[in-house]
């Protein structure tokens, strides 16, 4: 785990398991290992061997807690979290991540969250910094259909009869057109979406902080 060989890892661990199925500590330790590689499913798989085992052991909630956060489980997420510090009321990791797992939650059901990334399930911040995204949209960007699309909505915005102040009409109107920019890269690309989708949530959390094995 420390020289971030995260394959092997798991291949050691679940070696340890088999000579000890009984023992929380190395499912626990397996489901980070699963984490760091984006195997969040079998993480939280992990995860929930180590509770049966022993439903003291709050670091099997914390890391719970994790893999369902990257895996936009959010509410899930923010209960697992709030398990751990049950168990371990003075735990700064586990406060952190509450906070940023409440954060997403509230972002995520927020009507202000730009519908392009809302629709598509991906958070925004890595969303726009991400080069896949912007390369798609780039090609996007030259289809006739689209074109159009965004020349009504700047006509509508800095010419039309409602146009109000700063060039946009209403809020609503803003959304409707970028529902519709998203569906049409929906349209375009789905493949492309869903490399995206899982490029993201491979890459959530992975700066965030993390207990050591």
């Given amino acids: 785990m420390k020289e971030e060989?995260?394959?092997c890892a798991v291949e050691c661990y679940t070696k340890a398991i088999e000579l000890d199925l009984r023992n929380a500590v190395y499912y626990c330790n397996r489901a980070a290992a699963h984490s760091k590689?984006?195997?969040?499913?079998?993480?939280?798989?992990?995860c929930e061997r180590a509770i049966g085992i022993d439903p003291s052991y709050s670091k099997a909630y914390g890391r719970m807690g994790l893999a369902l956060t990257a895996m936009n489980k959010y509410p899930e997420a923010i209960s697992?979290?709030?398990?751990?510090?049950?168990?371990?009321?003075e735990n700064?990791?586990?406060k952190s991540n509450l906070k940023i797992a409440e954060q997403k939650q509230k972002e995520?059901?927020?009507?202000?969250?730009?519908?392009?990334?809302?629709?598509?399930g991906f958070d925004m911040a890595s969303l726009i910094n991400n080069p896949a995204f912007i390369s798609m949209a780039a090609s996007v960007m030259q289809n006739q259909q689209v074109q159009q699309?965004?020349?009504?909505?700047?006509?509508?915005?800095?010419g039309g009869p409602a146009a109000g102040?700063?060039?946009?009409?209403?809020?609503?109107?803003l959304i409707e057109a970028g529902q519709q920019f998203?569906?049409?890269?929906?349209?375009?690309?789905?493949?492309?979406?869903?490399?995206l989708r899982n490029h993201i949530r491979s890459r959530s959390f992975s700066g965030s902080a993390e207990e050591h094995s």
């Avoid at 697992?80 to 009321?89: E, G, I, M, Q, T």
């Avoid at 102040?165 to 109107?173: A, E, P, R, T």
């Fill in 165 to 173: 102040v700063g060039g946009l009409s209403d809020i609503s109107s």
């Fill in 5 to 7: 060989n995260y394959r």
């Fill in 149 to 158: 699309l965004m020349s009504g909505m700047m006509s509508n915005a800095v």
């Fill in 92 to 94: 700064d990791t586990y």
């Fill in 108 to 120: 995520a059901t927020s009507p202000c969250v730009p519908q392009i990334a809302a629709g598509l």
């Fill in 80 to 89: 697992y979290f709030k398990k751990a510090l049950v168990l371990d009321p």
């Fill in 182 to 195: 998203a569906q049409q890269i929906q349209q375009q690309n789905p493949e492309l979406i869903e490399q």
């Fill in 37 to 46: 590689l984006g195997n969040y499913t079998e993480a939280t798989g992990d």
